[in-house]
């Protein structure tokens, strides 16, 4: 089975500062990676994904995240935030040879301040 | 752009009642999923559903709750009698397709079980 954890439960953030969302998952097998986020009352937005390839991966809204093998981790970075920045992110993992389901992170609320 | 529509947007309902979420899944997918977020707590899968039939379950998804795709446009989750413990907020996405395909998800059906 697989396992994510986002490690912070709260990350607060002034405008135009740079931001890294950590995500660290556990897989005896291969995964895809992906970072959802979630604006208040909607739904999960897909912010990026990782399949294969380069293990930079970049997505919308000026994010990007890097794929590392031997620490297990896919953390998201953005270089400069805004105040429309403000959500809640999640990091999740499905498996390469087995069906489609995601495991998600307890997630990271960002709160871009003035 | 398509997106994942989910109602109600909050479903309130009595200990050992019935209650169906309804789901209309963007028009071209074939793969559907119920996930759910108890308050706080991380985004667990429910069920995956394939030409007509379960494909992939968690242990969560016990006899208590089946889904059904009862056209061609919407597919429910049902839940036969509720316990205080199924509050919470349910997800429905849809894919085009298994493995890294990307999974859309709706804004979520907030259940209170009373």
């Known amino acids: 089975a697989q396992s994510v954890t986002q490690l912070d439960s709260q990350v607060p953030v002034f405008e135009e500062a740079p931001v890294e969302l950590r995500c660290n998952y556990s897989s005896s097998v291969s995964v895809y990676l992906f970072w959802y986020v979630q604006y208040p009352n909607q739904g999960l937005q897909l912010l990026l994904k990782?399949?294969?390839?380069?293990?930079l991966v970049k997505g919308i809204n000026g994010f990007e995240a890097e794929f590392n093998k031997s620490q297990t981790s896919f953390h998201l970075r953005k270089p400069s935030v805004h105040i429309s920045d403000t959500a809640e992110y999640f990091c999740?993992?499905?498996?390469?040879?087995?069906?489609?389901?995601?495991?998600f992170g307890t997630g990271t609320q960002l709160k871009v301040e003035l | 752009e398509p997106e994942v529509t989910q109602t109600p947007s909050h479903q309130v309902t009595q200990m050992g009642q019935e209650v169906i979420l309804r789901c209309v899944p963007i028009s071209n997918h074939l793969y559907f999923y119920w996930y759910r977020q108890i308050l706080g707590q991380k985004v667990e899968f429910l069920v995956s559903f394939y030409n007509n039939e379960i494909s992939e379950k968690s242990e969560i998804f016990d006899d208590q709750f089946s889904v059904e795709r009862p056209d061609g446009s919407n597919f429910t989750l049902k839940i036969r009698s509720t316990k205080l413990e199924d509050s919470a907020m349910y997800f429905c996405?849809?894919?085009?397709?298994?493995?890294?395909?990307?999974?859309?998800f709706g804004a979520g059906t907030r259940l209170s079980v009373l």
């Open positions: 999740a993992v499905s498996t390469t040879g087995g069906g489609n389901k995601l495991t």
């Open positions: 996405a849809s894919s085009e397709a298994r493995g890294a395909n990307i999974q859309y």
């Open positions: 990782y399949l294969s390839g380069s293990t």
